[in-house]
Every structure is written in structure tokens, then in C-alpha cells.
């Protein structure tokens, strides 16, 4: 038996999912449930804001936790590294860039 409303509701969450990519990570990291109040107040600039500051806090962990071996790097004359994963960094740049700025309400 065909459910055309519940397929309507998947494809739109699937489609949400694909034009927001940072949303669900936001809405879980904060128990936002879809579709409430609390997510239609929330401004996707500001999610991706949160993301990258939670990457350079990683990055700036990593980095310390690394110290020892960074520093004998640094003294050998290597202060640039490659990327660790660019696959994963342009895949976020294509997706970030998907972004509509003309949707976002302020």
C-alpha cells in the first residue's frame, strides 16, 4: 500500500538534509528536534560558524597534543603540512557553498 504523504515527508527531510548539511550535527549536538520551534529560530550561517570554530578548537587540540613532534618539525624548517583529508575538506567546501544565503531570516 502506497503512502504518498510519509514519502512526501522523507523526500522533504532528505532534501533539508542535503541543503543543510550542518543542521542535523547542530540539532543533535543540541536536542533540537526538526521541525520545532527552537529549529525554525535557528540561522544556518550561525551553524556553520559553530562547526568551524569546533574545527579550530579540534585542530588547536590536535596540535597541542602533538606539541613534541610539531616543535621538531618547526626547528627542521616544515611549519606547512598537507591536508589530512581533502577529499572530506572539499566535499564540505561543495556543500557549504550549496547554501542559499537568500533564505537565511535574520
Given amino acids: 500500500m502506497k503512502r504518498p504523504a510519509l514519502d ?4 522533504y527531510a532528505v532534501k533539508w538534509n ?4 550542518l ?10 528536534g526538526f521541525g520545532t520551534a527552537a529549529h525554525r529560530e535557528l540561522c544556518q ?8 570554530e569546533e574545527l579550530a578548537f579540534e585542530e588547536s587540540r590536535e596540535f597541542y597534543l602533538n ?7 618547526l626547528k627542521e ?4 603540512k598537507e591536508r589530512k583529508d ?5 566535499k564540505l567546501f561543495v556543500d557549504l557553498s ?3 544565503l537568500n533564505t537565511i531570516q535574520y
Fill in 8 to 11: 512526501n515527508l522523507k523526500s
Fill in 18 to 21: 542535503n541543503r543543510f548539511p
Fill in 23 to 32: 543542521d542535523k550535527w547542530f540539532r543533535k549536538k543540541y536536542q533540537v
Fill in 45 to 52: 550561517i550561525n551553524i556553520l560558524v559553530e562547526y568551524l
Fill in 67 to 73: 606539541q613534541k613532534e610539531n616543535e621538531k618539525e
Fill in 77 to 80: 624548517g616544515i611549519w606547512i
Fill in 86 to 90: 581533502p577529499e572530506q575538506e572539499n
Fill in 98 to 100: 550549496n547554501i542559499d
